[in-house]
């Protein structure tokens, strides 16, 4: 029986775990290694700054869900791998093996890019994580009660810019509501491509300078042939030239829903000796968004994420954000079920 280690439980992790496990049956043991207990259903953390949402109605236990599907679950901090040796170094279970290994681990926030950034020292606030966007929703409160100047910005390392225009127009929209927007001078500052996760930045054999994984187009290290990635973590070439406020490549959640169905696909392949192997470029990969615009809404559809492209579309809806809210319900009870093999 082959085993394979996924690092990662949000939308890569979990659609590569559960394809995996879907198309090699009892041929595979598959074990999710995650620091988190939790499935977060990260395009919803913009509400929580304002009260919209609590973490738990965006949140729920991964477990669960994983062993219905025939995946085990270890909540546990990989610290390294050795891919060498076919090992991941662990915090707490110590050295576990691997047949194949699947990086689906996001990505990591480095506080110490700028002086003063982290937020543990009260000096600013981030949403990026479910405890600090609690925390993000503390701060609203006191914007309201003395009104005065905001920055909102993303620094060296990010590259997912819708969510940040959609905290600034969110931002706008709960000011107006709340009577104080006239008081609160709001400035707007534009960033540059992060870092990937601890783990893998440990791992120089299997990453760029940037701590990405670098795979081939069917999400295969172009190195270890065992090893893959999915989501974040993937090296992604801009396709852009750079320019002075450079920015890298978005990788929301249906692209890493496809890279883990890829992932999924070779890795069963692979193991079947069928001698086929699937890729599909990341730039080739369709774009499907709605960015939330404040209670109103933006649907973006693009046959693929990169130009040329043969079709390209935005849709504002001025009315209400009801698309945003239907694909909340519906990533987050689909996800829930681990139905992986739905779009």
């Known amino acids: 029986m082959k085993r394979i280690l996924v690092l990662g439980s949000n ?7 559960i ?7 009892n041929d595979v043991e598959v074990i999710v290694i995650s620091p988190t207990s939790h499935f977060l259903y990260v395009p919803s953390l913009i509400w929580v700054p304002f009260g919209l949402r609590k973490v738990k109605d965006i949140t729920f236990p991964v477990e669960p869900m994983l062993n219905k599907k025939g995946v085990k679950f270890i909540q546990d901090k990989g610290i390294k791998v050795m891919p060498d040796q076919k090992k991941v170094i662990t915090e707490k279970n110590g050295e ?5 290994l699947i990086v689906a681990t996001g990505a990591s926030l480095n506080f110490d890019i700028l002086p003063n950034l982290n937020p543990k020292d009260n000096m600013v606030q981030c949403i990026v994580t479910p405890d600090l966007a609690e925390k993000s929703a503390i701060a609203f409160e006191e914007i309201v009660k003395n009104p005065g100047p905001v920055v909102v910005a993303a620094t060296q ?6 969510a940040a225009y959609e905290y600034l127009f969110n931002l706008d929209k709960y000011l107006r509501k709340r009577g104080v927007r006239k008081q609160v001078d709001i400035t707007w500052v534009t960033p540059e491509p992060f870092l990937g996760a601890e783990v893998m930045k440990n791992s120089p054999d299997l990453v760029d300078e940037k701590g990405f994984v670098v795979t081939n187009d069917g999400y295969q290290h172009i190195k270890y042939k065992n090893v893959y990635a999915a989501g974040l973590a993937v090296e992604v ?12 490549v978005p990788k929301t959640g249906f692209p890493s829903d496809v890279m883990g169905k890829i992932v999924a696909e070779n ?11 699937k890729t599909m470029p990341f730039g080739k990969i369709p774009g499907i968004c709605i960015m939330d615009a404040g209670k109103k809404e933006v649907w973006i559809l693009i046959n693929h994420l990169f130009k040329p492209r043969q079709f390209e579309l935005m849709i504002p809806n001025v009315f209400y954000n009801f698309g945003k809210l239907i694909l909340e319900k519906y990533m987050l009870w689909k996800n829930k079920k681990g139905l992986v093999q739905l779009p």
């Open 96 to 100: 576990l093996s691997y047949d194949y």
């Open 157 to 162: 390392g990010a590259s997912c810019m819708g």
């Open 11 to 17: 939308f890569a992790g979990v659609t590569a775990a």
């Open 19 to 25: 394809s995996t496990k879907r198309k090699l049956g």
């Open 267 to 277: 890795i069963r392949n692979d193991i079947k000796g069928t001698g086929k192997f």
């Open 237 to 248: 070439i801009t396709p852009f030239k750079k320019c002075a406020a450079p920015f890298g």
